[in-house]
């Protein structure tokens, strides 16, 4: 019989093919990532892989065995959809749950093979693995609205949803005897499913890279903005910070607030104890400083072992109570222990700038050092 473009088993053979093609994609990929991301980039490019061979084994459905057609080829399926399952959450937080539905899975493979092979019904075995396709799916959804907002996980969203709502159609289907006796079977309604199948590989797959690709960017602004000690924000990264916040002030009217820190006598528990247990003292300031901060304020390395703080919407009066805050913090172990002085400004109105404030803060941290160190100076 002659086969047409429209006809299940041709979708199926070249979804198949698209979906070894965008596997191989996300491997290669997978390997300009930082380590760290290619654990979970691995998962997400074994499930097209997955899906790749369960379309492989459809495709045979009548000239191979039923087992390996039906029972094994739905069995890739299922596990296929929860390697991007366990990918997804490795990605996200180098970790995974999987147990639960891998449990349910192999649960649900003698109910298939029953269905296939003893008492065949094409409409029971479609409502379990479409059951279980879209809680798969629901759970990965509702995974992926807690993680931070980003284009490739809205578009991944979209695409979960847009399968979920085909597989909960072809269920409706079923119950309303409309599913046929096999995916095989020419007609719309078989095209649409196995159409879409193929295309949620292709989209989940562009997902993947996308939510690969936003992650590095992520991971690149991180390091180029924040000190790699103390992973406060580098100098620049604070002071275009800060010129921002001017320009707030300027727009909006609210007060800003600027502290500069400096650890006092560094230099003697560098000479004395060495440069390691210094930078450990710096770590651990920055790390009690930032406990004590609210969340708009920001901490960052000005220099050596000098650090700025912003502190928006905050008043001189405001800043101080900050900044006593910041000097009295405990270190997190004795032996880490260093004061620090402290020099405030608070912004003068709509026309001041941020080199006048640095300046400002710089003269009354002068003023803190030279009053014998360990406290606070305003401008
Ligand atoms: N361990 C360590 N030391 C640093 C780092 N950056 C700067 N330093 C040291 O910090 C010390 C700063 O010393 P000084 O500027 O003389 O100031 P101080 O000893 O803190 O004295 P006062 O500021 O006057 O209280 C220098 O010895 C720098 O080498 C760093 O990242 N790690």
Redesign the pocket.
């Known amino acids: 019989m002659p086969m047409s473009v429209l006809d299940p088993r041709s979708i199926i053979t070249l979804s198949a093919l698209m979906g070894l093609v965008m596997a191989m994609v996300l491997f290669f990929v997978r390997r300009s990532y930082p380590r760290k991301l290619q654990g979970g980039l691995r998962l997400l490019a074994a499930s097209p892989l997955a899906w790749f061979t369960a379309a492989g084994l459809y495709g045979l459905r009548d000239v191979a065995p039923d087992w390996l057609t039906v029972v094994l080829a739905n069995l890739i399926l299922l596990l296929g959809t929860l390697l991007f399952s366990v990918g997804l959450q490795h990605f996200f937080q180098g970790w995974a749950r999987w147990r639960l539905w891998a449990g349910l899975i192999l649960a649900s493979t003698p109910v298939v093979a029953w269905f296939t092979l003893v008492e065949p019904n094409y409409g029971v075995r479609l409502l379990v693995v479409n059951g279980l396709l879209c809680g798969l799916f629901l759970q990965q959804i509702r995974y992926l609205m807690q993680q931070p907002t980003s284009f490739g996980l809205r578009f991944t969203m979209v695409a979960m949803g847009a399968q979920t709502s085909v597989l909960v159609l072809r269920m409706v289907s079923v119950a309303a005897g409309l599913a046929g006796h096999s995916m095989m079977e020419p007609g719309l309604l078989q095209v649409v499913y196995v159409s879409s199948n193929a295309m949620s590989v292709q989209m989940l797959t562009i997902g993947a890279v996308l939510l690969a690709t936003e992650r590095l960017r992520r991971e690149f602004e991180h390091v180029a903005s924040h000190d790699s000690?103390t992973e406060a924000l580098t100098r620049r990264a604070v002071l275009e910070l800060a010129e921002n916040e001017l320009a707030r002030l300027q727009r909006y009217g609210e007060p800003l607030s600027l502290m500069m820190l400096?650890?006092?006598?560094?230099?003697?528990?560098?000479?004395l104890q060495g440069?390691?247990?210094?930078?450990a003292?710096?770590v651990d300031f920055a790390n009690r400083t930032r406990a004590v901060l609210r969340r708009p304020d920001q901490l960052g390395r000005y220099?050596?072992?000098?650090f700025l703080v912003l502190l928006p919407a905050t008043d001189a009066r405001a800043a101080r109570v900050v900044a006593e805050r910041v000097r009295l913090a405990p270190p997190s172990r004795p032996e880490l222990a260093c004061t620090v002085?402290v020099g405030l400004t608070t912004a003068l109105g709509p026309d001041d700038s941020l080199d006048a404030m640095l300046s400002r803060a710089d003269q009354a941290l002068y003023l803190a050092?030279r009053e014998g160190?360990n406290r606070v100076c305003e401008a």
């Open positions: 000690l400096d650890l006092d006598h560094f230099k003697d528990i560098n000479d440069h390691q247990q210094g930078d003292v710096l220099g050596g072992e000098e002085s050092k160190r």
